[in-house]
């Protein structure tokens, strides 16, 4: 369970306004501070666009949310917002997810802490009838996303110096990869 580089965590769904506040901070850090697509927030905080209709996981502690990813089945999807017609085309209606934010702190990237949040995400995802996944792979994560069975689909677009790729995943094919599922589904809660 990565004992070097991190203390016991469960993988769970926000359950608080604590935990929710964690994911909040944790999103700002990453995604206003780190990557700037978000200006900062005085208060340290950032609420995503997508909150009313996104599932969560967190890597909880007991007192602070170590990382978190998100989805939603709902369109609009930002990643076609991103890329256009290279992603829509894709789209399977009512069987299609797009998977985001997903953030860990500095120390624990490298771990396993990424792939158990997203095996968590996805098996919730497959047990609500979902097929495919897009996402918005950061340039600095293509290699983890194709190792979890992620393709990129077109052309990288750059926003605010950083470069996204489109990519696509078949659900089922993912979660289907031993080397990935069987190594990373335990601390789920």
Request: glycine content about 8%.
């Amino acid at each position: 369970m990565d004992a070097d580089r991190t203390s016991i965590y469960v993988i769970k769904s926000p359950e608080n306004d604590t935990e929710v506040r964690g994911m909040w901070r944790l999103n700002h850090a990453v995604f206003a501070e780190e990557y700037p697509q978000h200006p900062a927030e005085p208060d340290g905080c950032l609420i995503d666009k997508f909150h009313g209709k996104n599932i969560y996981r967190i890597a909880w502690n007991g007192q602070d949310v170590l990382g978190m990813i998100s989805a939603h089945w709902r369109p609009p999807f930002s990643a076609v917002a991103k890329f256009g017609d290279v992603v829509e085309h894709h789209i399977i209606d009512g069987k299609t997810a797009e998977i985001r934010l997903l953030a860990l702190r500095k120390d624990l990237r490298g771990t396993s802490v990424a792939v158990r949040l997203a095996v968590s995400l996805m098996t919730e995802l497959q047990s609500l009838g979902m097929e495919l996944l897009v996402i918005s792979g950061i340039s600095v994560q293509v290699r983890f996303y194709r190792h979890v069975g992620f393709e990129i689909v077109g052309e990288p677009v750059s926003e605010n110096g950083i470069v996204f790729y489109p990519m696509i995943g078949r659900l089922n094919d993912i979660l289907s990869r031993k080397d990935v599922v069987e190594r990373y589904a335990c601390c789920v809660k």
